[in-house]
């Protein structure tokens, strides 16, 4: 789980909606993936609550963060 605290820590510290939007539309990434992004960080929801609003398993939304942390991480 420590291998990504330094990209969270960067993802949070964007505070510019637009900054935010345009850095997730730099990396090939699904409108839902997007959605589980700004979900997460620009409206502070756990990963929980957005498996429930999204309709998946909460294991399936921390599998699909993990995995869009690491295409982040390539661009940061």
Same mark, same amino acid.
């Given at each position: ?7 969270? #820590?960067?993802?949070? =510290?964007?505070?510019? /909606? ?6 997730? #539309?730099?990396? /090939?990434? =699904?409108?839902?993936?997007? !959605? /589980? ?10 990963? &929980?609550? *957005?498996a429930d609003f999204l309709g998946? =398993?909460?294991?399936? *939304?921390?599998? &699909?963060?993990r995995k869009i942390l690491k295409?982040?991480? !390539? /661009?940061?």
């Amino acid at each position: 789980m420590t291998e990504h605290v330094e990209t969270r #820590n960067k993802l949070r =510290s964007i505070v510019e /909606i637009q900054t935010f939007s345009d850095l997730l #539309n730099r990396c /090939i990434l =699904s409108e839902e993936d997007k !959605q /589980i992004m700004e979900l997460h960080y620009l409206h502070d929801k756990d990963l &929980r609550y *957005i498996a429930d609003f999204l309709g998946y =398993s909460e294991g399936t *939304i921390k599998k &699909r963060h993990r995995k869009i942390l690491k295409k982040l991480k !390539q /661009i940061l």
